[in-house]
């Protein structure tokens, strides 16, 4: 199935209560990443929600085998909240990779996956999108509106796209955006 091309978006929350799944789909789609399926609609994107951060760390070696079974070029992004009691994303990160491993996952399998932390909750991230400013210290104010949060997801992508660097980016954003950027540089010397 080389032609087959996805992302597959595991993310924190419930169904119909979580604001991932807006933000992810209104980001990538402002994205258009070259390797994803040409076609219009949501099937290019498939999301997730695994409830809370345990049961995410547990599901993801099983989704990563089956994106990897598939073939083609089909991403698996990770999407979770750095909470108080990790210090940050790569703490975090040796979570997921502690229980990879030892479900059979290599270190070439799990460099695959694109890790997305923000700090406590997206909401900081809507905060920083709207405001120009966020205090990741602090969890920033619930968001329920969907139109507000694609909002700050198309903006963070149009920033993407046009290598915007003012206002500097939240440690966390920083370092998702670090490794979507990742990911495009492989796909491109692929």
């Known amino acids: 199935m080389a032609n087959r091309t996805q992302i597959v978006c ?7 209560r979580s604001i991932d799944p807006v933000f992810i789909n209104s980001l990538i789609k ?18 997730l929600d695994c409830g809370g951060r345990k049961n995410l760390i547990e599901r993801t070696p099983t989704e990563l085998k ?7 070029k089909t991403t698996l992004m990770v999407w979770a909240d750095i909470d108080d009691d990790m210090e940050d994303g790569d703490a975090l990160k040796k979570e997921f990779w502690k ?6 996952t290599t270190q070439q399998q799990f460099d695959q996956i694109v890790f997305v932390f923000a700090k406590d909750r997206l909401e900081n991230w809507i905060q920083y999108l709207m405001t120009g400013q966020t205090d990741e210290s602090v969890e920033g104010p619930r968001v329920k509106q969907g139109r507000l949060v694609r909002d700050a997801a ?26 979507w950027r990742q990911l495009v540089q492989r796909t491109q010397n692929n």
């Open 154 to 179: 198309r903006q963070l992508g149009q920033r993407c796209l046009g290598n915007q660097t003012a206002p500097p980016l939240p440690p966390s954003l920083e370092w998702s955006c670090r490794n």
């Open 10 to 16: 595991l993310h924190e929350g419930e169904k119909g």
């Open 66 to 72: 089956s994106c990897l079974a598939q073939g083609g």
């Open 30 to 47: 402002t994205l258009k990443p070259s390797w994803i399926r040409p076609f219009k609609g949501s099937n290019l994107i498939r999301t």
């Open 99 to 104: 229980t990879a491993h030892a479900k059979g």
